[in-house]
């Protein structure tokens, strides 16, 4: 998906405040990313010769960047202004903190998510999906079952710790969580 790859790497234009490496994986795409990704100065690109998932591409691409910070972020994410600077700032304000997740916003203006909850029988809910987007009730921080990958900061030492995501949810889903 060439034009949300491209929106997506447009957005990181405005994240000045915050340094930062930007490692993509092409996972064996079919359409027109392979030379967009051509085109793209100043990041690491690794190219697939097959789609080999999310779960493992997400590996690849930690294990390919250098920073103490993980982002992961899907291609059709599109962050706004400040968003990886919140993020990172949150990250640190204190010891206890591992992982920063975004509030996901659907094209339509909606929640996706705010976080998500995991309910006692194993099923999982968006925090605030289909509420307005600046709705009071996902406009602060707070503790989360877990946060989707979509925009998901981080701490690498944590992430390698775990020994990344487990390949065991390949393709994908629930690897997060």
Request: charged share 25%; glycine share 10%; net charge negative.
């Amino acid at each position: 998906q060439a034009a949300f790859t491209l929106s997506c790497l447009q957005s990181l234009e405005f994240e000045g405040e915050v340094s930062f490496e930007v490692v993509i994986v092409d996972n064996h795409s079919t359409d027109d990313t392979g030379r967009l990704l051509e085109r793209v100065e100043g990041a690491t690109v690794l190219r697939n010769v097959e789609n080999t998932g999310f779960v493992k591409a997400v590996n690849q691409a930690a294990g390919a960047a250098r920073g103490d910070y993980l982002l992961l972020l899907n291609n059709d994410a599109v962050p706004r202004p400040g968003s990886l600077r919140n993020a990172v700032d949150t990250l640190e304000s204190a010891a206890d903190i591992a992982a920063v997740g975004g509030r996901l916003i659907l094209p339509d203006g909606q929640l996706q998510e705010a976080g998500s909850i995991i309910w006692t029988d194993g099923r999982c809910l968006g925090y605030g999906r289909g509420l307005p987007e600046r709705s009071y009730e996902a406009m602060f921080r707070r503790d989360v079952d877990f946060c989707s990958a979509a925009f998901l900061l981080v701490k690498r030492i944590i992430f390698e710790a775990l020994g990344g995501f487990d390949e065991a949810f390949s393709p994908a889903y629930s690897e997060e969580t």
